[in-house]
């Protein structure tokens, strides 16, 4: 046990102490998935060489997680490159050779995202029969329109109305029904077929928006999420790939996993005598002289009472860790303003269940088993009791192509009963899947699966959901907050830029997506490159300003 004395002269300063000491700025990153990853490589490119990652599990990558099981990678968290023109994500994979195997099928066009976009999507009702294609088709095109003007209110500025809530869901369901109530050609089981396909498509929505319910999404904001152009490619060998490339170059020790954070002290809030384990942090200081600790602003506590010192904390925990944990984790508290953004902003959970079966029971042309409860039609809700969790199930989807995957569909669950589901074990979920199999198809001899695989992300106690969405009441202003670094440089003469916030959530067009999230770890790798150049200059410490080739 060492005990440190932090001093705190010249703390007015951004220059004094520490900065002026012919040492590197250290620089603590909290989180090894995407963000981390990428603002951590930015740093190094550019001359940074104190930095360290703390990921609290036993993995990098975050929400990235694919598992082999034999020939077969399934990924349980992100699996789509979201466009092509101007996606870094989709650039690294290309150099990389990630992309060779991609089929065309794999190459999906359109909102939502398909592992193949060949064949025909199975609309079934929970009576077994398999809904018309031409009734499909009707509907389908009704809704998208419909979807397209949930787009205008925020992309040309049209007015909200009341009866709308504010919700894309609300008024999707409104307008929707009553273009379908209003069509004259028609009849009534036909009309009450499309109004329990509205349901279906609005939880297809949330699983894509990751949300409860589509109710919750704010319709004002809903349209400046920013599609990128060109297909929805699927990385045959895992997402995990893109991770490991930016693994590459940064040194194995300055990743620390099963490194959990308590608690961050900044702005010099830890006391003056703490006691700290400090043997197995690495240090970079230049000209090899001693460690000192004077100096250094934030300090991070570690679950293992270790106590990090550093002039810079890049945070890129989830949304909805900092939900859950903002009060104790910031010492002193956030702002006011970045607390009310963290808790305006949305994040929920979408899972998937991947179930291998010996032989497909489904036709050659089928890509998607949609469920259409014909019980939903009028309900102006689609959450249910406990015990019909599996309700929220929207479809399976067939993995393509079977030489690749062998024979398996991947569900789609989300919002509170896809934590509901994570508490039941894989035996359980299993039989139910099956049976809704076999009830939505009409096909009582469908057998078990012979496994499954599915993902946890609302239990997982260092991600707790899948990623963000604006939600009814935020703003893309609130993105924006939850991305400003601490401490604010008009409110306080403070050392700046103590905390930093990156993660797809802290970015305005690109939240929710794996591109949002590295480009995130790039804008905040991208301040202290700019602030350490103008503190620099003409100091003998040399910063490159590079942007990071992978």
Same mark, same amino acid.
Not at 340 to 358: H, P, R, S, V
């Given at each position: 046990?060492?005990?440190?004395?932090?001093?705190?002269?010249?703390?007015?300063?951004?220059?004094?102490?520490?900065?002026?000491?012919?040492?590197?700025?250290?620089?603590?990153?909290?989180?090894?998935?995407?963000?981390?990853?990428?603002?951590?490589?930015?740093?190094?490119?550019?001359?940074?060489?104190?930095?360290?990652?703390?990921?609290?599990?036993?993995?990098?990558?975050?929400?990235?997680?694919?598992?082999?099981?034999?020939?077969?990678?399934?990924?349980?968290?992100?699996?789509?490159?979201?466009?092509?023109?101007?996606?870094?994500?989709?650039?690294?994979?290309?150099?990389?050779?990630?992309?060779?195997?991609?089929?065309?099928?794999?190459?999906?066009?359109?909102?939502?995202?398909?592992?193949?976009?060949?064949?025909?999507?199975?609309?079934?009702?929970?009576?077994?029969?398999?809904?018309?294609?031409?009734?499909?088709?009707?509907?389908?095109?009704?809704?998208?329109?419909?979807?397209?003007?949930?787009?205008?209110?925020?992309?040309?500025?049209?007015?909200?109305?009341?009866?709308?809530?504010?919700?894309?869901?609300?008024?999707?369901?409104?307008?929707?029904?009553?273009?379908?109530?209003?069509?004259?050609?028609?009849?009534?089981?036909?009309?009450?077929?499309?109004?329990?396909?509205?349901?279906?498509?609005?939880?297809?929505?949330?699983?894509?928006?990751?949300?409860?319910?589509?109710?919750?999404?704010?319709?004002?904001?809903?349209? *400046?999420?920013? /599609?990128?152009?060109? @297909?929805? #490619? +699927? $990385?045959?060998?895992?997402?995990?790939? !893109?991770?490991?490339?930016?693994?590459?170059?940064?040194?194995?020790?300055?990743?620390?996993?099963?490194?959990?954070?308590?608690?961050?002290?900044?702005?010099?809030?830890?006391?003056?005598?703490?006691?700290?384990?400090?043997?197995?942090?690495?240090?970079?200081?230049?000209?090899?002289?001693?460690?000192?600790?004077?100096?250094?602003?934030?300090?991070?506590?570690? *679950?293992?009472? /270790?106590?990090?010192? @550093?002039? #810079? +904390? $890049?945070?890129?925990?989830?949304?909805? !860790?900092?939900?859950?944990?903002?009060?104790?984790?910031?010492?002193?508290?956030?702002?006011?303003?970045?607390?009310?953004?963290?808790?305006?902003?949305?994040?929920?959970?979408?899972?998937?269940?991947?179930?291998?079966?010996?032989?497909?029971?489904?036709?050659?042309?089928?890509?998607?088993?949609?469920?259409?409860?014909?019980?939903?039609?009028?309900?102006?809700?689609?959450?249910?009791?406990?015990?019909?969790?599996?309700?929220? $199930?929207?479809?399976?989807?067939?993995?393509?192509?079977?030489?690749?995957?062998?024979?398996?569909?991947?569900?789609?669950?989300?919002?509170?009963?896809?934590?509901?589901?994570?508490?039941?074990?894989?035996?359980?979920?299993?039989?139910?899947?099956?049976?809704?199999?076999?009830?939505?198809?009409?096909?009582?001899?469908?057998?078990?699966?012979?496994?499954?695989?599915?993902?946890?992300?609302?239990?997982?106690?260092?991600?707790?959901?899948?990623?963000?969405?604006?939600?009814?009441?935020?703003?893309?202003?609130?993105?924006?907050?939850?991305?400003?670094?601490?401490?604010?440089?008009?409110?306080?003469?403070?050392?700046?830029?103590?905390?930093?916030?990156?993660?797809?959530?802290?970015?305005?067009?690109?939240?929710?997506?794996?591109?949002?999230?590295?480009?995130?770890?790039?804008?905040?790798?991208?301040?202290?490159?700019?602030?350490?150049?103008?503190?620099?200059?003409?100091?003998?410490?040399?910063?490159?300003?590079?942007?990071?080739?992978?």
């Amino acid at each position: 046990m060492q005990s440190c004395e932090i001093s705190s002269d010249s703390a007015d300063d951004p220059l004094s102490s520490g900065s002026q000491r012919k040492r590197q700025p250290r620089i603590v990153v909290i989180g090894a998935g995407l963000a981390g990853l990428s603002a951590t490589k930015q740093l190094l490119v550019n001359g940074f060489t104190d930095i360290t990652i703390l990921e609290a599990s036993e993995r990098i990558g975050g929400r990235v997680q694919s598992i082999k099981l034999g020939c077969a990678t399934f990924d349980l968290g992100a699996t789509w490159i979201h466009g092509a023109h101007g996606n870094p994500v989709y650039q690294l994979a290309e150099d990389h050779g990630l992309l060779e195997e991609t089929t065309d099928g794999e190459r999906s066009i359109g909102r939502i995202s398909l592992y193949s976009k060949n064949g025909v999507a199975h609309y079934c009702t929970s009576s077994g029969q398999r809904i018309p294609k031409d009734v499909v088709e009707e509907f389908s095109d009704v809704y998208n329109e419909v979807y397209n003007l949930t787009q205008e209110f925020f992309q040309h500025g049209r007015p909200v109305g009341a009866e709308s809530q504010n919700s894309v869901g609300v008024f999707t369901r409104n307008v929707v029904r009553k273009r379908l109530k209003a069509d004259p050609e028609d009849s009534g089981i036909t009309k009450e077929l499309k109004l329990a396909m509205l349901q279906q498509f609005l939880k297809v929505e949330s699983c894509e928006s990751s949300c409860h319910s589509m109710d919750e999404v704010s319709l004002s904001e809903f349209g *400046e999420w920013t /599609e990128i152009p060109g @297909a929805h #490619h +699927v $990385i045959p060998s895992g997402f995990i790939n !893109v991770v490991e490339i930016l693994a590459r170059g940064i040194p194995k020790s300055v990743i620390q996993l099963n490194k959990a954070v308590k608690c961050i002290h900044w702005n010099h809030s830890v006391s003056k005598e703490i006691h700290f384990i400090n043997s197995s942090f690495p240090s970079h200081n230049l000209d090899g002289q001693e460690e000192e600790e004077e100096g250094y602003r934030v300090y991070v506590e570690c *679950e293992d009472c /270790e106590f990090i010192p @550093a002039d #810079h +904390v $890049i945070i890129t925990m989830s949304l909805g !860790v900092l939900k859950k944990y903002h009060e104790t984790m910031f010492h002193p508290h956030l702002p006011e303003e970045k607390v009310l953004a963290i808790q305006m902003l949305g994040i929920g959970t979408t899972d998937k269940i991947f179930l291998e079966f010996e032989e497909p029971f489904w036709s050659p042309e089928c890509n998607s088993i949609q469920f259409v409860w014909e019980d939903d039609a009028e309900s102006d809700s689609l959450a249910y009791p406990e015990d019909l969790w599996y309700k929220k $199930i929207c479809s399976f989807d067939v993995l393509y192509p079977p030489e690749r995957y062998g024979h398996v569909l991947s569900g789609w669950i989300c919002g509170e009963e896809a934590i509901i589901m994570e508490r039941y074990d894989d035996e359980t979920v299993a039989e139910t899947c099956t049976e809704l199999l076999r009830r939505f198809t009409g096909n009582p001899d469908i057998p078990k699966p012979r496994r499954i695989l599915r993902s946890g992300w609302g239990s997982n106690p260092y991600i707790r959901g899948s990623y963000s969405y604006t939600r009814v009441g935020s703003s893309g202003a609130d993105v924006e907050k939850l991305a400003k670094p601490l401490p604010y440089p008009k409110s306080t003469k403070a050392a700046p830029m103590q905390i930093l916030f990156a993660g797809e959530a802290t970015h305005r067009k690109y939240y929710s997506t794996t591109h949002g999230a590295l480009l995130s770890g790039e804008r905040e790798a991208a301040r202290l490159v700019e602030m350490y150049q103008d503190l620099y200059q003409g100091k003998g410490m040399k910063f490159n300003n590079q942007q990071t080739t992978y």
